[in-house]
């Protein structure tokens, strides 16, 4: 088996649209709702550029996306940015690839003036997975709101400190 | 001096954009390009109606908008809604027109199914008057996001339970 070696690309193309579909499905975690709101992130961005304030990172294993992230500066703020997305293809998990597009993003957004990385998730156990690859990867837990998503169903706010 | 009687109005009207800019002036509370953002909202409303997500509540003194607020459901939850924005002309501040229109609002969330209003604001000393506002009509400070507008600029995010 060789080595996985991946490279990034920043730009978006018109096959993205699927892969993004492809790998947000392939993890199970996600609504249908959510897959098409993924979607709509990558059409405003091939509308609008750099102003629909939505920016990629696509993890590349030779020609194949099997991660990508989707970031953006928060609007009102000086140096804060939400992470919208981050997802890795079953096929390549528990190979520390969503390490490794995070790495590049939380790159990419200090690079753009971005101090603090912001990713909001469920807090259903279902999402432990998600909860435990946060923490691993640098980010407190800023806040909880409780019954957010539904009765039940608390939003977890996490932090990840750039500066530090 | 008449008593203050007001009445409420839901739909919006062509007018009302001057009427925004001149009460969330009149508060010397917003920075422009924060009243841009509310005006902004109303061209949403006024583009496209319900589906906008943006709905708004203005406060009539006669004919006049003294007061107003703009509410609407946050996407991916069940019953929880963000009051975006509620302001009232600095000509009829210390009457209670806040709470009146606040309480409005809060009938018209509930009724369209929301449970949970949530509120944002900046935890600086400036914003004194609205922390206090928010506590006295039944919010809860339920998370801090620290440094989150700026350095030594907090975001803090107040909910009112409207099952209570």
């Known amino acids: 088996m060789r080595p996985l070696s991946l490279h990034y690309r920043y730009e978006i193309e018109d096959s993205d649209r ?4 492809e790998i947000l499905e392939s993890t199970g975690f996600f609504y249908e709702f959510e897959i098409v709101i993924a979607e709509e992130l990558f059409d405003e961005r091939k509308a609008k550029g750099d102003s629909s304030g939505y920016f990629f990172v696509f993890a590349m294993d030779g020609d194949k996306a ?30 520390g690839v969503g390490k490794q597009i995070l790495k590049e993003t939380n790159k990419q957004v200090f690079d753009r003036g971005g101090r603090y990385l912001y990713a909001e998730t469920s807090g259903r156990d279902q999402y432990a997975p998600t909860h435990q690859f946060y923490k691993s990867t640098g980010f407190d837990l800023e806040g909880r709101l409780r019954d957010f998503y539904d009765t039940g169903d608390d939003k977890l706010i996490y932090r990840l400190d750039l500066t530090k």
């Open 18 to 21: 699927i892969a993004i579909r």
């Open 66 to 95: 099997v991660s990508y992230s989707c970031y953006g500066p928060i609007a009102c703020t000086r140096q804060s940015y939400d992470l919208f997305w981050i997802g890795t293809h079953a096929d390549y998990r528990g190979k």
